[in-house]
DNA sequence: CGGGTGTCTAATGTCGACAATCGACGCTGG
DNA sequence: CCAGCGTCGATTGTCGACATTAGACACCCG
């Protein structure tokens, strides 16, 4: 088994997790910690420790002395979030661009197949899955641990918080075009075209998300 | 009355931003809970509270089950993080170059020759207190929340765990010239001088303060 | 003599109860 | 009817005690 054990809090992390990315707990919604320990059986402590976690993580909204409410987003915020994803990847991605074997750039290429093609198919949760290898795969060769922290930080909160978007955004060709794009950036080791490619990414796909936001709040009113 | 400490935590965190500041905590220390507890005449709780605020600053290194130490960072480490500072300062300035009116340009002059007159003076304080303005005034047209708090909890990091240091690292002349460089880059408008201007800036004081704390090392040795 | 094992200790992890505080509601007075 | 104020309930903040675990040290066995 590869889980070997786990302490309270990191359970507790778990849950809320889930319960962010099904439909358990809704922007807005106050996550309230005595609830909670009642509804896993614990005590308010690890509770307390895994919500901290979480908002420093961006997944959680904290108001001192009220309490821990999920992130209600702006469509301003969305946009900020997603830009800054694009200035440290295309960062970590431009830097070390030269790193990247005949090998790597097939193996890139291959992700944005199975993209299109996942995309094509309808798979959304393929996409996602595979476009989030295909970054993962770019970004690992930077080896800055501080880069690396923000970034994943980063991309942690805009998954949980947006995963259930990811299948509205692009069509099939988009996809497709998008990551093909940066692939070829690559290839041409043109770094400050590498850098522009993945933040013009990150900034029209926040853009997509937020307009999906208002127009999704616009139906609910 | 400006600022009124109103929980425990609050009062924790600052109690240990102090020692971290002056020299009662050293690099490797052990911060332990109950020490803590007893000196402050409070219970465990929220010094646990305070701790988890500062591992996620990155001022405190956690491990589970062990306890939390104050971080000792290798070269490596040290320049990763001056060089995240400098990607993410570096866009922030960039992105929003054009704001600057003629009278921010003057503003930013002034800091300069104030940061090099001090530093002839070896007011290393003073030198820091500026330099810390002009990079805040430089960033504080771009509202970029996202950002900014990356940029902050990174400075703060930066500051509290090297601000020993920064009195030996550059000679006044060269002080002034690299902050210049900066300005005038601003002045120019060339978005992409502008910003490799300012990462060039951080990886060298990363750099610095790396090799001053190799040296450090050797000299203890 | 070296490797492995058992115990011991000091630190973190968790608990349930109590205190302090914020926000909402209803009351009063104009 | 509305504005201001006091009370109340629910939630977070803090507490002291107990449980659990990583690491150190001594011991045993090959």
Same mark, same amino acid.
């Given at each position: 088994? +590869?889980?070997?054990?786990?302490?309270?809090?990191?359970?507790?992390?778990?849950?809320? #997790?889930?319960?962010?990315?099904?439909?358990g707990? *809704?922007?807005?919604?106050?996550?309230?910690?005595?609830?909670?320990?009642?509804?896993?059986?614990?005590?308010?402590?690890?509770?307390?420790?895994?919500?901290? =976690?979480?908002?420093?993580?961006?997944?959680?909204?904290?108001?001192?002395?009220?309490?821990?409410?999920?992130?209600?987003?702006?469509?301003?915020?969305?946009?900020?979030?997603?830009?800054?994803?694009?200035?440290?990847?295309? #960062?970590?991605?431009?830097?070390?661009?030269?790193?990247?074997?005949?090998?790597?750039?097939?193996?890139?290429?291959?992700?944005?197949?199975?993209?299109?093609?996942?995309?094509?198919?309808?798979? #959304?949760?393929?996409?996602?899955?595979?476009?989030?290898?295909?970054h993962?795969f770019?970004?690992?060769?930077?080896?800055?641990?501080?880069?690396? =922290?923000?970034?994943?930080?980063?991309?942690?909160?805009?998954?949980?918080?947006?995963?259930?978007?990811?299948?509205?955004? #692009?069509s099939?060709?988009e996809?497709?075009?998008?990551?093909?794009?940066?692939?070829?950036?690559?290839?041409?080791?043109?770094?400050?075209?590498?850098? *522009?490619?993945?933040?013009?990414?990150?900034?029209?796909?926040? +853009?997509?998300?937020?307009?999906?936001?208002?127009?999704?709040? =616009?139906?609910?009113?």
């Open positions: 088994m +590869t889980i070997v054990k786990k302490t309270y809090k990191d359970q507790v992390v778990d849950h809320i #997790y889930q319960m962010l990315l099904s439909d707990l *809704q922007p807005g919604d106050q996550v309230k910690e005595s609830l909670l320990s009642v509804q896993m059986g614990i005590s308010r402590a690890p509770i307390r420790e895994a919500l901290k =976690e979480l908002m420093m993580s961006g997944l959680i909204d904290y108001r001192p002395q009220v309490g821990n409410f999920v992130p209600v987003l702006t469509p301003k915020q969305i946009i900020d979030s997603y830009t800054t994803r694009g200035i440290l990847e295309g #960062y970590a991605v431009m830097a070390v661009s030269e790193a990247f074997s005949a090998d790597d750039m097939d193996r890139l290429d291959h992700y944005v197949d199975d993209m299109g093609e996942a995309a094509c198919q309808q798979q #959304y949760k393929r996409v996602v899955d595979v476009g989030g290898d295909f993962d770019m970004t690992a060769k930077n080896n800055n641990m501080q880069l690396i =922290e923000f970034t994943s930080r980063l991309s942690l909160k805009l998954h949980v918080l947006f995963y259930k978007h990811w299948g509205l955004l #692009y099939p060709q996809i497709e075009q998008r990551h093909r794009a940066i692939v070829d950036s690559i290839r041409a080791q043109d770094k400050p075209v590498i850098e *522009q490619v993945i933040r013009a990414h990150y900034v029209e796909t926040g +853009t997509k998300i937020a307009a999906v936001q208002i127009a999704q709040s =616009e139906t609910a009113a």
